[in-house]
């Protein structure tokens, strides 16, 4: 039987509460990831920043704001404004089909994995499908 454990990324880009906006938006397109753990100076999972979090508190493109604007207004924005708090985590010892099916039935993108209140990984939709693609590839090479 597979656990969380076995499949989740343990080399995490994670942010502190106090980052800005802006730090958070260069992290995501330069690593091309999705979602930004937030954590304290301790390590202690404490939200999730996503995509889609930073898109609703980015002004619109069509109000036609220069590039050095929206950097500057990203830079007095705290992380701590925009992150989600409610987010549902996970243990490395939950079963794999039990955390696909929470991201599945609840359209989450990922799930924090937590121990003793500390990150220590994340499982996301990607990370099934490459499981996902493993499993096909040996399937059909039978």
């Given at each position: 039987?597979?656990?969380?454990?076995?499949?989740?990324?343990?080399?995490l880009f994670t942010l502190l509460e106090t980052d800005t906006l802006k730090t958070a938006r260069s992290?995501?397109?330069?690593?091309?990831?999705?979602?930004i753990p937030i954590v304290d100076e301790h390590g202690?999972?404490?939200?999730?920043?996503?995509h889609r979090d930073i898109l609703e508190a980015t002004i619109s493109r069509f109000a036609e704001v220069e590039n050095s604007v929206?950097?500057?207004?990203?830079?007095?924005?705290p992380v701590s404004e925009i992150m989600r708090t409610d987010v549902r985590r996970v243990p490395p010892d939950m079963r794999l089909r039990d955390a696909a099916e929470m991201l599945f039935r609840h359209k989450?993108?990922?799930?924090?994995?937590?121990?003793?209140?500390?990150?220590?990984?994340?499982?996301?939709e990607a990370d099934f499908l490459k499981l996902t693609i493993s499993l096909l590839d040996a399937v059909e090479t039978v």
């Open positions: 039987m597979l656990n969380v454990g076995d499949l989740m990324t343990t080399e992290l995501m397109q330069l690593a091309r990831i999705r979602h202690r999972f404490i939200g999730l920043l996503t929206q950097d500057e207004i990203d830079s007095g924005i989450y993108g990922c799930l924090p994995v937590v121990e003793s209140g500390i990150l220590v990984g994340i499982v996301t």
